[in-house]
């Protein structure tokens, strides 16, 4: 593994090659957030229904899968405009597939209008993984780079809910997230931050940075390039 998965810029990440969570998880509503808290690991199923662990719901398993399926006919536009370095088109394809299909944890619950609450996509199903991982290489391609420290705190927490410690690819994001705060502490020699705000990047910054590295070190060996890669920025 190098700097992770790189857009047309070099830079940023893709989506891992596993799936954040279950293809189809459970459905509830509320407005959506950039970086809820994730929900429970695990949701079981039966023939006709899905049920989430962590809300005690169960949602229809059909419409579940066709609620899932109009939301990636929605990402796949972003796909095309990516393909054609449209990011500003993409980004707002992006905000829009999120706004419309992410739910918060705590949804399902009755609207103020007593009306039952509109269908949305579990955060930690795929679909919303992958829309996250690529509002990054957006974000980062715009110069946003609050954004994309935003979209990788959120990706990295459904990584930690799902898959097991010392997962290979979650140091790909961690060695992102560092890189991009990197970039936030540099850039701020000319739009000066807060200090609390700076100490905070700093800290966080190199808490990713060594995560990352005891994660490669794990997995591919303490002397492996990409270890090396990661390790020479806490020297």
Same mark, same amino acid.
């Given at each position: 593994?190098?700097?992770?998965?790189?857009?047309?810029?070099?830079?940023?990440?893709?989506?891992?090659?596993?799936?954040?969570?279950?293809?189809?998880?459970?459905?509830?509503?509320?407005?959506?957030?950039?970086?809820?808290?994730?929900?429970?690991?695990?949701?079981?199923?039966?023939?006709?229904?899905?049920?989430?662990?962590?809300?005690?719901?169960?949602?229809?398993?059909?419409?579940?899968?066709?609620?899932?399926? =109009?939301?990636?006919?929605?990402?796949?536009? $972003?796909?095309?405009?990516? #393909?054609? %370095?449209?990011? &500003?088109?993409?980004?707002? +394809?992006?905000?829009?597939?999120?706004?419309?299909?992410?739910?918060?944890?705590?949804?399902?619950?009755?609207?103020?209008?007593?009306?039952?609450?509109?269908?949305?996509?579990?955060?930690?199903? =795929?679909?919303?993984?992958?829309?996250?991982? $690529?509002?990054?290489?957006? #974000?980062? %391609?715009?110069? &946003?780079?609050?954004?994309? +420290?935003?979209?990788?705190?959120?990706?990295?927490?459904?990584?930690?809910?799902?898959?097991?410690?010392?997962?290979?690819?979650?140091?790909?994001?961690?060695?992102?997230?560092?890189?991009?705060?990197?970039?936030?502490?540099?850039?701020?020699?000319?739009?000066?931050?807060?200090?609390?705000?700076?100490?905070?990047?700093?800290?966080?910054?190199?808490?990713?940075?060594?995560?990352?590295?005891?994660?490669?070190?794990?997995?591919?060996?303490?002397?492996?390039?990409?270890?090396?890669?990661?390790?020479?920025?806490?020297?």
């Amino acid at each position: 593994k190098g700097k992770g998965n790189k857009t047309s810029d070099g830079r940023g990440v893709a989506a891992p090659g596993q799936q954040a969570g279950p293809s189809q998880r459970g459905q509830g509503s509320g407005n959506p957030s950039p970086s809820p808290p994730p929900p429970g690991p695990a949701a079981e199923s039966d023939a006709t229904g899905l049920f989430c662990q962590r809300c005690g719901q169960r949602y229809d398993r059909a419409k579940a899968e066709d609620l899932a399926r =109009t939301a990636s006919q929605l990402r796949d536009k $972003a796909d095309d405009f990516l #393909a054609e %370095r449209s990011y &500003d088109d993409a980004g707002q +394809v992006l905000t829009n597939v999120l706004s419309e299909f992410e739910a918060l944890p705590q949804s399902g619950k009755p609207s103020r209008s007593g009306r039952a609450p509109t269908p949305r996509l579990h955060p930690l199903h =795929t679909v919303v993984f992958n829309t996250h991982a $690529a509002q990054v290489n957006c #974000a980062r %391609r715009d110069g &946003d780079l609050v954004s994309a +420290v935003k979209h990788l705190r959120h990706l990295l927490r459904c990584m930690e809910v799902v898959f097991p410690p010392n997962f290979p690819e979650r140091s790909d994001f961690l060695f992102a997230l560092a890189d991009t705060l990197q970039d936030l502490i540099h850039r701020s020699g000319s739009r000066p931050l807060p200090k609390r705000v700076l100490e905070g990047y700093k800290k966080e910054m190199k808490a990713a940075w060594e995560e990352c590295v005891a994660i490669r070190s794990v997995c591919f060996g303490p002397n492996s390039p990409t270890t090396a890669e990661a390790r020479i920025h806490l020297q």
